[in-house]
């Protein structure tokens, strides 16, 4: 069976003026750009403006795309993403920019129990998506790469223009405060503040 | 291995090293799990929003860009394909008016909105509209494809097929909504 195109020969296809290559390049890449400028920006309308731009820019002479330095995916999510802090600075969208909570290290909440515990399927993702849209978004962005739209960690790196050990811990303390949420939220709505010190003898 | 390095290293150090460390640590163990739930719960929420994508309405309008920047070099086998689809919607379109079950015209008006195809319209004789053009309204956006079909498309539409045989071909252009279905339909010769 014959291999399945990747983006990058879809891309040269496209240049040089291949209509199909193109289509073939949006319906594959679309969705995924969609759902993330929709998880970020907040509003359908947002999104689609967005992804809009995104394919209009690779349409340009001076795209600014270079295999070399990543791959096709990662550039149209940098793309994405540069498009939405723009729209972020016009905007002032971004309330929860500021609430960054660098957490100075390691920290542990003080409740370890399994934030979903007792939920149902239904029940977790809604719990999940409020969770979520309200991280901050340095957070918010690398949950959604990595962990909603499966990008790997190089791939998140070079979307979002930092070293892959910053994707990493970033993406380890998104999911840490999305378990303070989810608590905070199966315990009523008070915020959790309780964050104490890692206490470990190993 | 103490913590801190555990958790900034944690994805990439070997499996067994990290495993080590939370047999080690219940403190460390009980994160990872609680962080195990939520992982599993944002495969379930990224599952859940796999069928959220951008209106269709938008790869209609990409399409026009790409077609003015690289000035409709459309390969054949883009076209073919097209082709081939709007050929199909518009056979179903006639042959739901020749046996009746559809109503025999639509209201022209919304089809008319497609402003882009305006000046052609005029220029080239009238679209027949089909039964799908009933909600098409001046905002939407809809792709002008050429086809071509069996001349008895054109009795199924109720038009005149000349005196060739009509187990001929005719050039046809057909309206295509967002959607993929075929709107309205004009027969070129």
């Known amino acids: 069976m014959k291999a399945p195109e990747s983006d990058h020969q879809l891309f040269e296809r496209l240049r040089a003026g291949q209509e199909e290559a193109f289509v073939a390049l949006y319906r594959r890449r679309q969705p995924a750009l969609y759902r993330f400028a929709l998880q970020m920006g907040g509003s359908p309308a947002v999104a689609e403006d967005v992804t809009q731009e995104v394919f209009l820019a690779l349409l340009r002479d001076s795209c600014g795309y270079e295999p070399e330095r990543g791959t096709l995916v990662a550039y149209l999510f940098g793309i994405a993403r540069k498009l939405l802090l723009r729209q972020f600075e016009r905007r002032r969208l971004d309330v929860a920019l500021d609430v960054d909570g660098d957490f100075g290290g390691i920290r542990e909440p003080a409740d370890l129990s399994d934030p979903l515990a007792d939920l149902a399927e239904r029940e977790r993702i809604e719990a999940l998506r409020r969770a979520v849209g309200s991280l901050p978004r340095r957070y918010r962005e690398v949950v959604v790469l990595c962990d909603l739209e499966e990008l790997d960690y190089a791939e998140a790196a070079a979307a979002l223009g930092c070293p892959i050990g910053t994707v990493r811990s970033r993406l380890h303390r998104a999911r840490l405060l999305l378990a303070e949420k989810l608590r905070d939220e199966r315990r009523g709505g008070a915020p959790v503040t309780d964050w104490k010190a890692a206490r470990c003898l190993a | ?189």
């Open chain 2, 1 to 189: 291995m103490n913590c801190e390095e555990y958790w900034n290293n944690v994805g990439a150090l070997p499996a067994e090293r990290l495993a080590a460390h939370l047999a080690e640590c219940r403190s460390c163990a009980a994160r990872w799990a609680a962080e195990g739930s939520v992982v599993a719960g944002l495969r379930l929420l990224g599952a859940d929003e796999k069928d959220v994508s951008a209106p269709p309405r938008l790869e209609a309008r990409l399409l026009r860009a790409y077609r003015e920047q690289y000035g409709r070099r459309v390969s054949r086998t883009a076209g073919a394909h097209r082709w081939w689809a709007a050929a199909a919607a518009v056979l179903l379109a006639a042959a739901g008016l020749w046996t009746g079950a559809w109503p025999s015209a639509a209201p022209a008006r919304g089809v008319s909105g497609a402003a882009v195809l305006a000046g052609m319209e005029e220029s080239q004789g009238a679209f027949i509209p089909l039964p799908n053009a009933a909600g098409v309204t001046d905002d939407d956006e809809l792709d002008l494809v050429r086809v071509e079909l069996p001349r008895s498309a054109m009795t199924a539409l109720g038009l005149a097929a000349g005196d060739e045989n009509l187990a001929g071909s005719v050039e046809a252009e057909v309206l295509v909504g967002p959607d993929g279905m075929a709107r309205a339909v004009r027969f070129l010769n």
